[in-house]
């Protein structure tokens, strides 16, 4: 799994509800992110983290939120699901400079 | 706007062919450009990444070529195999945090 639990695995939200997408890595890293990767598009920079108490907008952060209290975990919030938010989710993390990205199986996240 | 420009979208090769997968960038702040492969169900995995200071690298069957005052940079498969099936993305990154990626190409290798 590379170092890094994602969870769930999969999940279908209805419109308005919130979720925490969870991401654990356990490799001590202190670089972490969050992808979505929708078809034909590749993969977009939700929001990312170089350390414990910081994070990063990344290309796409907009309806979503980030915290990373520890090195280890790095929870993705969805406020108020919107159908354009249906897409795969990747957790990664990263160390050496510069960081190799290790990803996780990621989260399939359907709004309807 | 798409930072990283990545073709063809799709690529089918015959086993034993040259794959090549081209990648256009605009940002000159850009200093390492990894290419990743996909399976599917999986995350992407780190293949090959290069410097924007060597002219190409090669692992293996792998070889990135880059062009610096061009802005571009290339994958190539040599003797691609039907277990090389599988998407690849490039991707650009800056001081090594804020990493973007190409579209990515879907490529299959025919038996």
């Known amino acids: 799994n590379a170092g890094v639990t994602q969870t769930p695995k999969f999940r279908i939200l209805k419109i308005g509800q919130s979720m925490t997408l969870q991401c654990a890595q356990d490799?001590?890293?202190?670089?972490m992110y969050w992808y979505r990767q929708d078809p034909g598009m590749g993969l977009k920079l939700i929001y990312y983290?170089?350390?414990?108490?910081?994070?990063d907008k990344g290309e796409v952060p907009n309806g979503y939120n980030v915290s990373r209290s520890t090195t280890e975990y790095f929870p993705l919030r969805l406020e108020l699901a919107a159908p354009s938010q249906t897409s795969v989710y990747f957790c990664?993390?990263?160390?050496?400079?510069?960081?190799?990205?290790?990803f996780g199986q990621g989260t399939r996240l359907t709004v309807v | 706007q798409q930072q990283v420009k990545q073709s063809p979208q799709s690529l089918i090769v015959q086993k034993g062919g040259i794959s090549i997968i081209n990648c256009a960038y605009e940002?000159?702040?850009?200093?390492?450009f990894p290419w990743y492969q996909q399976f599917p169900g999986k995350g992407p995995a780190l293949l090959i990444a290069?410097?924007?200071?060597?002219s190409e690298k090669k692992e293996g069957r792998f070889t990135i070529s880059f062009n610096k005052s061009a802005k571009q940079f290339s994958l190539h498969i040599m003797d691609s195999q039907p277990g090389d099936s599988a998407t690849y993305f490039c991707?650009?990154?800056?001081?090594?945090?804020?990493?973007?990626f190409g579209a990515g190409t879907r490529l299959t290798v025919k038996p």
């Open positions: 940002n000159t702040a850009f200093d390492y």
């Open positions: 490799m001590n890293h202190n670089y």
């Open positions: 983290s170089v350390g414990a108490g910081i994070t």
């Open positions: 990664a993390h990263g160390a050496g400079e510069p960081p190799e990205a290790f």
């Open positions: 991707a650009a990154q800056i001081r090594g945090d804020d990493m973007r």
């Open positions: 290069i410097r924007p200071d060597v």
